[in-house]
């Protein structure tokens, strides 16, 4: 074997790599999958890693359809809000069946007999096997005002003609809980989305000035963070609920009641972002922005922000349940919104006494979807934390 011989001194050396520019574009060497990635974009991204957590995904829908259900609300309850039912106080839910007699009829529920026990001078309802009463879908029934501007009396699901359907059962004045706990969720569930936004919006701006500039505002700020924190929470509850007047309407009670629940949680975020662009803002990024003349509001919202954005994603999913449940312990309490508003909270002080929760345990049903909701919150915030970071 003989060795090559050495070039010439001079001459240029032999080489086997392209000389022609790199293009960052070029996905020639890549497979089909590698190249999706590679182009793809970071909401993409996000996308793909948010639908490997299933619970978080199974969470994201079930809210969905739950904020999609309160726009139309008055369609899927079967009776208006304020519909009574006199000869039905106090009934207990009623059971749906499929099959009478072993005979496929359909979705219906039997009608119902009451008798008054003398003694307790309880009411007992009892199934009569022989009165079969069809469920009825997309008919007409209750009328109402559509958002209380459009007259309506479409249902999605109606009783039978002459017939009952209350599959939560009723209240003290026959009022059929499922279509209760349907108009009630408008309420609990928007005033977490508004109360949210109000409380973001005090929480980064002062808390983006104070971490950023820091100085004698930041000194400031974090005084009155202290102060606000230090005061218990029924306390203050009680004092700012206070301050609203009787006489306001229904709809100035619910934001004031807003305002009140984003006063209380602003102080948290607000640390948060605080701490984070004190730690940021020292990144030479952020010096070059300075130097090519960006402003406090640019740099702080096109660069630092975007840089914790899961754990602002994180917080507000937190945070939302925290406001449904702060209005529900309000309005339970008495403090908080009143009739003729309805809420989960407003519903639930039907059962504040120790009777009727042992004769009439329907109705805590209202608990139930304050809870399903607060789960799926967490779940999802879970799900969208770590698909905030696709690339970790």
């Given at each position: 074997m003989t060795d090559s011989p050495l070039p010439a001194p001079g001459a240029p050396l032999e080489h086997y790599i392209s000389s022609a520019p790199f293009d960052l574009q070029s996905v020639e060497a890549m497979t089909v999958e590698q190249s999706k990635v590679f182009q793809a974009s970071q909401l993409r991204l996000m996308w793909w890693k948010f639908r490997m957590h299933r619970l978080a995904l199974v969470s994201g829908i079930f809210l969905v359809v739950l904020y999609s259900g309160i726009l139309i609300c008055e369609f899927l309850a079967p009776y208006n809000l304020h519909t009574r039912n006199m000869d039905y106080i106090y009934?207990?839910?009623?059971?749906?069946?499929?099959f009478h007699n072993g005979e496929f009829v359909g979705p219906f529920v039997y009608g119902r007999q009451m008798t008054l026990d003398m003694d307790t001078l309880k009411r007992n309802y009892i199934d009569n096997q022989d009165d079969v009463q069809r469920l009825r879908f997309f008919c007409k029934g209750d009328s109402y005002r559509f958002w209380g501007l459009i007259?309506?009396?479409?249902?999605?699901?109606?009783?039978?003609?002459?017939?009952?359907?209350?599959?939560?059962?009723?209240?003290?004045?026959?009022?059929?809980?499922?279509?209760?706990?349907i108009y009630g969720a408008r309420i609990s569930l928007t005033i977490g989305l508004v109360g949210i936004s109000f409380s973001f919006l005090l929480g980064?701006?002062?808390?983006?000035?104070?971490?950023?500039?820091?100085?004698?505002?930041?000194?400031?700020?974090q005084r009155i963070i202290?102060?606000?924190?230090?005061?218990p929470s029924i306390p203050l509850w009680l004092a700012l609920a206070a301050i609203m007047p009787i006489t306001w309407s229904p709809i100035l009670i619910y934001f004031g009641i807003t305002v009140i629940l984003g006063v209380?949680?602003?102080?948290?975020?607000?640390?948060?972002?605080?701490?984070?662009l004190l730690a940021l803002r020292e990144e030479d990024y952020v010096l070059a922005a300075q130097l090519m003349g960006a402003g406090s509001s640019r740099i702080i919202g096109r660069h630092l922000i975007p840089g914790f954005m899961s754990h602002l994603i994180a917080t507000a999913t937190l945070?939302?349940?925290?406001?449904?449940?702060?209005?529900?312990?309000?309005?339970?309490?008495?403090?908080?919104l009143r009739a003729p508003i309805t809420s989960w909270g407003i519903l639930l002080t039907e059962a504040r006494s120790v009777n009727v929760i042992a004769f009439y345990p329907w109705l805590l049903l209202p608990m139930l979807p304050v809870i399903l909701v607060i789960m799926a919150f967490n779940f999802l915030g879970d799900g969208l934390r770590d698909a905030a970071d696709p690339y970790k």
């Open positions: 009934s207990p839910p009623q059971q749906v069946h499929l007259e309506g009396d479409r249902h999605f699901v109606c009783p039978a003609e002459n017939g009952q359907l209350f599959l939560a059962g009723t209240d003290r004045l026959g009022r059929d809980v499922l279509s209760r706990m980064i701006v002062i808390g983006g000035l104070a971490g950023y500039h820091g100085g004698i505002f930041d000194l400031i700020v202290e102060v606000l924190q230090s005061i209380l949680d602003w102080t948290g975020l607000a640390r948060a972002v605080r701490s984070k945070s939302i349940p925290g406001m449904i449940l702060g209005e529900t312990a309000l309005s339970f309490l008495g403090l908080g």
